[in-house]
């Protein structure tokens, strides 16, 4: 095994085993989290969502049958967010701060998309029923939560590229 395989191994374990302590520490917290920021945001629905034990919100929609929605450990942001920090630490090379800087910036972007995807799912049950709620958890909200991981992703690597002041200087080192 070369050195660089060694490195990469190496990065690959560490970026693996920050993600899952970080999942198994952070799972409970940033569901809470997470659901108070989804009843801020459906704020004017106020009278019909609180939060109950078990990191759910429980609705009780002005016509139909109360429901419950449980934010599970998946449903949460954290699993995108601890992985795109885990590649910004021990994957990406650049600055330490830079590399921080847009992890930052797409962490913020995932967390916020994923509580626009709760929060939609949670309208469409007030509105039209916990059965919609479901089918548009499953399709419209997957799909979305795919891509905002995604576009999260390539904004951090967005970030990550030289700017213009730098590429022009090192061109002219290059010379």
């Not at 609180?50 to 699993?79: D, K, M």
């Not at 930052?104 to 967390?111: E, R, S």
């Not at 919609?132 to 990550?160: C, E, P």
Request: with cysteine; hydrophobic share 60%; aromatic share 8%.
């Amino acid at each position: 095994m070369t050195r660089i395989q060694a490195r990469a191994i190496w990065a690959l374990v560490l970026c693996a085993s920050v993600t899952i302590v970080g999942f198994v520490l952070l799972s409970g917290p940033m569901r809470t989290a997470e659901i108070a920021l989804v009843l801020a945001v459906l704020h004017l629905d106020a009278n019909q969502l609180s939060a109950v034990p078990g990191h759910a919100i429980q609705a009780l929609p002005a016509t139909g049958l109360a429901f419950r929605v449980e934010v599970t450990p998946y449903c949460s942001a954290l699993i995108a967010v601890l992985a795109l920090g885990g590649i910004a630490g021990f994957i990406l090379q650049g600055p330490l701060v830079r590399r921080m800087v847009a992890f930052a910036g797409a962490a913020a972007l995932v967390v916020v998309c994923n509580i626009v995807r709760i929060a939609a799912s949670i309208w469409v049950g007030l509105r039209f029923g916990a059965g919609d709620l479901v089918l548009f958890h499953n399709w419209v909200g997957t799909l979305f939560a795919l891509a905002y991981t995604l576009i999260g992703f390539l904004f951090m690597l967005y970030l990550m590229l030289p700017k213009h002041q730098e590429t022009a200087e090192a061109l002219e080192v290059a010379r």
